[in-house]
């Protein structure tokens, strides 16, 4: 566990308040970092912080400021920006129970651990997490912490519980300008029944374990690749193999069937597929045996 929690507080249920504490459930993965360098000179840039007229400055004379009107700011200092009180900065009042369902995927943004602040709060922490575990709901209610106030949802996870912070709103941009030129037609029977037949083949329980960043054990190869060679500034590609590039007509009948092995097992009868623009129908295979 995280030797300092990211919030502590209480969960405020009617009269009944519970001392808990949140760590983040999530941690920075597997990245890769590149530096600006001043290719002449083989050095790193950097950055200073200048007025100008005025040049570099002192991080000790640096104040935040609101923009009001062009040109025209409201200072703040670190204390006046901290005495501005909320509530949820030490309450998270759980205002509302719904079902998880209810909860569009998009709106959820990073997770946490809750777990009870003593010995004393673990049963009012019990009670609260079964209670939401037998009713199948999550909890919702805002929370302040980092100098924002979050939407945040609670359900129960194992011994413990995770809070979720939650988007805004006006935060999301709207399905529909992205959809809208997408056909709205039902898809061909045949393809659809295969395309059904992989999923069920390919179903299972998830296992994030199974996968990992292989865009980041490219690139460290890359880079040990150029380490090695004289001359590391050389770029190292790929040999061009002069062939032109395939069409980018897809046979998606072919494609799930080719997806779902020599040995995927299917009733679906595959029917020719039709004519495109300019191209000409495959003729459809006979079965085994020499029936038709």
């Not at 459930?25 to 840039?45: C, L, V, Y």
């Not at 039709?274 to 006979?286: Q, S, T, V």
Request: charged content about 30%; some cysteine; proline content about 5%.
């Amino acid at each position: 566990m995280a030797a300092r929690p990211s919030w502590r507080g209480q969960i405020r249920l009617a009269l009944v308040s519970i001392p808990v504490e949140i760590y983040p459930a999530s941690k920075s993965g597997a990245a890769i970092s590149f530096h600006q360098i001043h290719e002449p000179s083989g050095k790193r840039i950097k950055y200073e912080k200048v007025v100008p007229g005025i040049g570099p400055v002192s991080t000790d004379d640096i104040v935040k400021g609101f923009e009001v009107t062009k040109g025209e700011y409201v200072l703040l200092e670190p204390e006046e920006i901290e005495s501005v009180k909320l509530e949820s900065r030490k309450t998270l009042e759980l205002a509302q129970f719904v079902d998880a369902d209810d909860i569009d995927a998009l709106y959820f943004d990073k997770p946490y651990f809750v777990v009870p602040a003593d010995d004393l709060a673990e049963e009012a922490f019990i009670v609260l997490r079964e209670a939401l575990r037998r009713a199948r709901k999550v909890g919702v209610g805002q929370l302040a912490m980092r100098g924002q106030e979050y939407v945040v949802a609670i359900k129960p996870c194992g011994r413990g519980m995770l809070m979720e912070t939650l988007r805004y709103a006006d935060e999301l941009n709207k399905a529909s300008s992205y959809f809208r030129d997408i056909e709205d037609a039902e898809p061909d029977a045949d393809l659809l029944e295969l395309a059904t037949t992989l999923i069920d083949k390919k179903s299972g329980k998830f296992d994030a374990g199974e996968f990992h960043n292989r865009y980041v054990d490219a690139v460290k190869g890359l880079i040990e690749q150029k380490r090695k060679k004289k001359g590391g500034g050389l770029v190292i590609q790929d040999p061009d193999t002069g062939k032109a590039p395939k069409s980018n007509v897809i046979d998606l009948m072919a494609a799930l069937k080719k997806s779902l092995g020599d040995g995927g097992d299917t009733s679906a009868k595959p029917a020719a597929r039709k004519p495109g623009a300019g191209k000409k129908a495959a003729p459809a295979k006979k079965a085994a045996g020499g029936k038709k």
